[in-house]
Every structure is written in C-alpha cells, then in structure tokens.
C-alpha cells in the first residue's frame, strides 16, 4: 500500500517562499507521474473546490495553473521518494490546503489516482 505524507506548509506573509514535500512510502519503487492540488478556504469553495496546481510527467514535463505560472515549480526526487513543490513570491489568494497525488496522464489531462494525502496548510498574508 501506498502512503502520501505532505509537509512544509505554514503561515507566511505574501512575497515569501515556501518548499512543500511529499513523502511516498510503501510499495512503489519509482514516483513517475505525480501533481499537487490545492483547497481553498471553505468561502471560497464555491468557485473553485479544487485545483490542480502543478504536475509533472513520466519524462520530467512538468505543467501548471496560470495562477501559479513562474510562480510555482515541481519536481520528484525518487532516490529520496519526495515529490516537491516550491512555491515562490506568495499571494494571499495562494492561500489553501495542498495535496499530493500520484496518477497518470491521458493524452494531455491528469488523473490523480486514489493514493492522496492529508494535505498541509499554507496560509499567505497580507
């Protein structure tokens, strides 16, 4: 079994950085497509329940939402089995619960699979 462990979030002020981490432990040799999503405030739920933030491909592509282009990047380090986003010049409205998933791409789209997890909160202010 697979298990997801986010880590990294915390409360920031808008501008700084912040390094998120997911560990993959269990019965996976190599992490090859993975992505994280993000949930916002439950106000703000209504108009965007979840987005996918970032993800990264079997040959390395790495993709991401326009609101964090430039902004944000996402990597693997499958000697140390972490999937990693960095996420730089924060904005209030990056603030969210993030999430790590592996999945797999069909065609161009992502499909996180059921191995998710617990999120970690990054609050940003202003």
């Known amino acids: 079994q697979v298990r997801l462990v986010e880590s990294g979030g915390g409360l920031v002020q808008a501008g700084e950085s912040l390094r998120l981490s997911c560990g993959v432990s269990g019965n996976i040799d190599t992490i090859i497509v993975a992505g994280w999503y993000r949930q916002p405030p439950e106000k703000e739920r209504k108009l965007v329940a979840t987005e996918l933030v970032a993800t990264i491909s079997r040959d390395g592509r790495t993709n991401y939402a326009d609101s964090v282009k430039g902004r944000f990047t996402i990597s693997r380090d499958n000697a140390k089995k972490l999937v990693i986003l960095e996420m730089n010049s924060l904005k209030p409205e990056d603030t969210a619960v993030y999430y790590c998933?592996?999945?797999?791409?069909?065609?161009?789209?992502?499909?996180?699979?059921?191995?998710w997890g617990q999120g970690t909160q990054v609050t940003v202010s202003s």
């Open positions: 998933t592996l999945g797999s791409f069909i065609g161009t789209t992502y499909y996180p699979d059921s191995r």
